[in-house]
């Protein structure tokens, strides 16, 4: 069956610029994460959701970053005003929704910010 | 969660078993043992998981000592494309903070 996609695999923007990143969960998967990861460095957890609403949203490194999950299946983590420092590998995983299980992850979306 | 120490690089010939050390000395009771890793461009991906007992799966066996304070993740016969960063997360299961938290990982390098 499909796994996590996500789309853009890569994206090139402008300091300054807004950015959406888009992530389709496995199909009946009720937990989905986002991570976010640096060159060298393991992936950053930074918000969880269980359904439509952000069970742990801890993980956001401030308030240009929020994530929406409107109908419980696909979500979208939005950047604005982007900064070179959100450069990162942005990564998706989703579950079956108890913390038991494993996280599938998507291959991810590259952002580089000029 | 409980912090991971793990080595940041191991080498290992084709064919031999992987053995792939980790220090959680601070794991509480309700932590359980979680191994991923990551193949270059690639999304993490799971491997196993365990409490107190040892567990083997398709992929890989999973060693816990009885005090609990390491592991070793083993990987029997070890190929080529086992080369990969490997990630030991220790996680409280089922408290609300479902993030798994990464370090820095072991990155094996398989030699053939």
């Known amino acids: 069956g499909a796994g996590v996609s996500q789309t853009p695999s890569n994206k090139v923007t402008e300091k300054g610029k807004y950015v959406e990143l888009r992530c389709d969960p496995i199909?009946?998967?009720?937990?989905l994460y986002w991570y976010r990861q640096s060159l060298g460095q393991g992936p950053e957890f930074l918000i969880y959701?269980?359904?439509?609403?952000?069970?742990?949203d801890s993980g956001l490194p401030n308030d240009r970053f929020f994530a929406v999950r409107p109908e419980g299946s696909v979500s979208t983590l939005k950047i604005q005003r982007t900064e070179r420092g959100d450069s990162a590998v942005y990564l998706c995983?989703?579950?079956?929704?108890?913390?038991?299980?494993?996280?599938?992850f998507g291959p991810g979306t590259r952002l580089t910010v000029l | 969660d409980a912090k991971t120490t793990q080595p940041t690089s191991m080498d290992c010939a084709e064919g031999r078993a992987a053995n792939l050390p980790c220090n959680h000395s601070?794991?509480?009771?309700?932590?359980?043992v979680y191994w991923y890793r990551q193949i270059h461009s690639q999304g993490p991906q799971y491997i196993i998981h365990?409490?107190?007992n040892n567990e083997t799966n398709e992929m890989a066996s999973l060693i816990i000592t009885e005090d609990r304070k390491s592991s070793t993740l083993i990987l029997p016969h070890a190929t080529l494309r086992d080369t990969a960063v490997y990630y030991c997360?220790?996680?409280?299961?089922?408290?609300?903070?479902?993030?798994?938290?990464f370090g820095k990982g072991t990155h094996l390098i398989i030699q053939p």
């Open positions: 601070t794991i509480s009771g309700n932590e359980y």
């Open positions: 997360i220790v996680r409280v299961v089922g408290g609300g903070a479902d993030g798994l938290t």
């Open positions: 365990g409490l107190k």
């Open positions: 199909s009946g998967h009720t937990a």
């Open positions: 959701f269980q359904g439509t609403g952000a069970a742990d």
């Open positions: 995983a989703s579950s079956l929704g108890d913390s038991y299980n494993e996280q599938f």
